[in-house]
């Protein structure tokens, strides 16, 4: 069984010697080293370099070659593999970026996607497992959920809950809102006076002259305050004790 084809997005290639001398005239005899893996001996830029011909030569050859694509000084370059069928078409078949001298594969939008979809399908299969853990059955309550073996995470709903309720609280209206409320209260209390019970009415008629103030007595009838006051002081009834002095003593 043949082994299966090294996956080129897990790899990266650098030269050390030539990493501090790359520019836009040097990148391409950088990229086509020998030891770099990403590079293929079998394309036209090799066959030039043999013949020691100009890179403007590769657009009249057909087949496999290497262009520089898209230059960002002093950092980035970007290479592209196509497959020339003539000098006026090419069909790209792979990019390479050189960073700091290091070269990458850049991965196509078929293994971007792959590569999302698996982290999500992982992640949404763990988040599975987890939840199925918590999950309780009894026959006469039926599924139930129990975080209390997961302390952090009860721990975590609990103060969850506490700062959901705090801000509710908090952004239940802003200063202005607040001032604005209590200030149409004020009007509407002002327009629209409560009524005042018929007690607290009398109380707040104003006296005649000579008049004296009514209290409302437990009968329902009111008297006057004056008349509490017209019996006076209460007599204190004392009993009269007998002061007779002592019987004389007779002499014998």
């Known amino acids: 069984m043949p082994p299966a084809p090294e996956n080129h997005l897990r790899l990266s290639w650098h030269d050390t010697q030539m990493m501090a001398s790359l520019s836009p005239q040097t ?40 262009i520089l694509l898209h230059v960002a000084e ?10 020339r069928h ?29 590569a999302r979809i698996l982290n999500t399908v992982v992640n949404l299969q763990a988040a599975f497992e987890e939840t199925s853990s918590y ?27 506490k700062d959901a309720n705090a801000a509710k609280d908090d952004n239940s209206g802003t200063l202005f809102q607040k001032q604005r409320v209590d200030m149409l209260l004020a009007e509407l209390l002002r327009k629209f ?3 005042i019970p018929p007690m607290l009415q009398n109380l ?15 009968d329902g009838g009111a008297t006057n305050s004056a008349d509490n006051n017209a019996t ?12 007779k002095p002592p019987p004389e003593k007779k002499s014998k």
């Open 193 to 195: 006076p409560p009524p």
């Open 135 to 161: 999950a309780r059955y009894h026959p006469n309550k039926g599924y139930t959920w129990d975080f209390s073996s997961n302390k952090v995470l009860s721990d975590k709903s609990k103060s969850d809950k």
């Open 232 to 243: 006076g002081p209460l007599d204190i009834a004392t009993e009269a004790i007998d002061m």
């Open 27 to 66: 990148v391409m005899d950088y990229f086509c080293r020998k030891s770099n893996p990403f590079y293929d001996h079998l394309c036209n830029n090799e066959t030039i370099r043999m013949q020691r011909l100009g890179v403007e030569h590769l657009h009249n050859m057909m087949g496999l070659e290497y």
């Open 86 to 114: 003539n000098p006026s078409e090419a069909t790209p078949i792979a990019d390479y970026y050189i960073i700091g001298g290091t070269v990458y594969k850049a991965p196509d939008l078929g293994n971007v996607i792959n």
């Open 74 to 83: 002093p950092i980035l370059y970007v290479i592209r593999k196509q497959h």
């Open 204 to 218: 707040q008629q104003p006296l005649q002259p000579g008049q004296m103030p009514t209290t409302t007595g437990t």
